[in-house]
């Protein structure tokens, strides 16, 4: 992707403008998608971003989806998502965030468990979206940290 593909993807046009005074590299986020992710938290990650960018009128932020496979995957309410990439280490400046939904730890597997220990053993940022809290419980990644999780998802972790 070119320069200029990647403002038109990361910076869309829109109404409202703000200046921000900021000149530096934009952000990423990367997003490693399960099977069955709730795409309204997914959605309530990346659209922040998005109109950032839009409002500010300069690439602040950047977003990749990842898989564990590279294949596209479907959402709690049945949409496809095509990922960027396939799952890969990301720059340890960068965020990695584990989507997960409906049924968080069917098909969570070793190399994705690996992968979470892995980010965060290098030094990554690594947090979990809707329950993407299990994954990160389950790679040993929340012992003797505080975290949140959604009310009806809580007494699976009792």
Same mark, same amino acid.
């Given at each position: 992707?070119d320069?200029?593909?990647?403002?038109?993807?990361?910076?869309?046009?829109g *109404?409202? /403008?703000f %200046? @921000?005074?900021?000149?530096?590299p934009?952000l990423?986020f990367?997003f490693?998608l399960?099977? +069955?992710?709730?795409?309204? *938290?997914? /959605?309530? %990650? @990346?659209?922040?971003?998005?109109v950032?960018?839009?409002?500010?009128?300069?690439m602040?932020f +950047?977003?990749?989806?990842?898989?564990?496979?590279? %294949?596209?995957?479907r959402c709690?309410?049945?949409?496809?998502?095509?990922p960027d990439q396939?799952?890969?280490?990301?720059?340890?400046?960068a965020?990695?965030?584990i989507?997960a939904?409906?049924?968080?730890l069917?098909?969570?597997?070793?190399?994705?468990?690996?992968?979470?220990?892995r980010?965060?053993?290098?030094g990554?940022?690594?947090g979990?979206?809707c329950?993407g809290?299990?994954?990160?419980?389950k790679?040993?990644?929340?012992?003797?940290?505080?975290?949140t999780?959604?009310w009806e998802n809580?007494?699976?972790?009792?």
């Open positions: 992707m320069q200029n593909e990647m403002f038109e993807r990361f910076v869309p046009k *109404a409202a /403008s %200046a @921000v005074n900021y000149s530096g934009p990423d990367y490693l399960q099977p +069955r992710l709730t795409m309204l *938290a997914f /959605s309530a %990650a @990346v659209e922040p971003l998005r950032a960018n839009q409002v500010a009128e300069k602040l +950047r977003w990749f989806t990842m898989t564990e496979d590279g %294949a596209p995957i709690s309410n049945g949409v496809q998502i095509t396939k799952m890969q280490q990301v720059p340890r400046e965020y990695a965030f989507c939904g409906n049924d968080p069917k098909g969570l597997s070793k190399e994705v468990i690996f992968w979470l220990q980010q965060r053993a290098f990554g940022l690594v979990g979206i329950t809290a299990f994954a990160l419980a790679a040993g990644l929340l012992e003797d940290r505080r975290f999780v959604h809580a007494p699976a972790f009792n």
